[in-house]
């Protein structure tokens, strides 16, 4: 357990808040999971929920009834269940940009049909009948072709939820596009997509909020000098549809009115698959597996809405990350999803959480005396087993590990989805039960190994355990499981940030780097001379010395 991290003696969370906290880790360190599991036969059931379709095991965590109940009154104190209604309210909780952030406002269209708010309900409206009129094949070509193929140009959160959601989607009926995304600036991204879709049926998205981003406009240019020059006309404008919250600037760069799906202004990017940035799913899933993505969140929202706080699980587990980072130091979290098809999950919460809640001063602007978002990471099982597995059970940190699982897989061969659970369970088992030096070392010898060697192989053989970990599990992964996993993720997210008092709608850490890079291209294409350090400017020299070789 740190003490640099903790909650500092100016954090909101108050000294006695702060004092409790370290009390009970320090207690809890002290009572192994499993002792908890042996004192109390209940614990599983009591430390678990069924929210929509999914089922959430937290009970392999350092958690009592006292514990909670401090983490509980921490959320009350710190006000989540209001933010949480004012969320939900259409509140400016987005405050350094002065927007709303109502989320399952977007969630509830699919349920109902309209969503109480015009601009959302014409955004689904309009992208419904752009996506009718693409696999109807009533919008085609330049050649009069019927679309195949279909590239997402963008990139963060124009890019991450569209290819999860894709990839893990894609085997919903036959793909009706087929689906490519293009997301960072490097030419061998877009050069690759480009060599493989056949230009007269490849349509792409445009999908940009800001309809800014460098790495975006210079894809989505170079793809339509590429169709222009394949199709041998100026005029591919139905080739590109576009999505953001500047249907002016998409205007501009040439896109077609009626091929402009417009998203309101306060749909940040890292939460905005749920709106029209899904089009992408829309086209290659189908609407249908889209509203029922949709759906899946609503019954989240509905689920945190109506749960008390204290068994309200996703708000648990938001509980759970400050409980990690403020009163035992750890600042690393593992997603281990065992399905193939979530192996993009990781990517996806990297930036939900650690472009949200990678922040050190309050959404009131003060310097914050306490940890606030790690460092989230992950694969799929059982790949991370053959590689970094290792450190989890034996490293010198410990990481809460999240498992997700499904329980029928969509590939049923012989035994190999009962070995992969079989896998997936055992490790959360490993990682809190561990084997001792003298469990390993009595092994040892009753397989004929001679006590001195017996000993010595024992402590490095010896698994101290007490690691926690969450386990998700789903029937299958459908697209309303899909929905209600990330809606999962957006409330822990929203739970943990609003006790630490930070804002986690805005990103104003990613800033300086893109101005930073604008001015380097002047220095790198050698029109300009900024005054640089010497480091930064043997590397420019270098680069420009390349090209002239
Ligand atoms: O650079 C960070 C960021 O602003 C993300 O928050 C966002 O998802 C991404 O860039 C893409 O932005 P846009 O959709 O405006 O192109």
Redesign the pocket.
Known sequence: MSSTSDCGTTSPYGINTRSTLLTLAQRSVSTPLSQRFQDDPTRAERYSADIGPLFVDYSKHHIDSNILDTLCTLARNRGVAPQLAALRAGAHLNNTENRATNYPSLRLWASKQQSGDSTIDSMYSNMAALVNDIHDGKLRGQTDKVFTDLVNI?????DFGPRLICDALSNQGEPLLKTHFAANIDPSVISEILATVPAETTLFIV???????QE?RSNATTARRWLCSELKCDDVDQHFVAVTSKPESAKTFGIREDLIISVPEWV???F?VWSGFGLAVALSAGMENFRAFLHGGYEVDQYVEHSPLESNAPIILGLLDVWYRNAWGISSQAVLPYEHRLKLLPIYLQ?LFM?SAGKSVSSTGEILQHGTGGVIWGTEGTNGQHSFHQLLHQGSDTIPCDFIACLHTYNPIGEQHQNLIANCFSQSLVLMQGQSAPEIERALISNGMATADAKRLAQHKAILGNRPSTTILMDQLTPKALGALIALYEYRLFAASFVWGINPFD?WG?ELG?QISQTLMGALSGNEAPELDSSTAQLIARYKQAQQA
Do not use: D, L, N, P
Not at 207 to 213: D, H, I, Y
């Open positions: 963008g990139i963060g959160g124009s999908a940009s909020k800001s309809f800014g981003t975006t940040g990017g890292r905005s930036q472009e990103q990613v893109k």
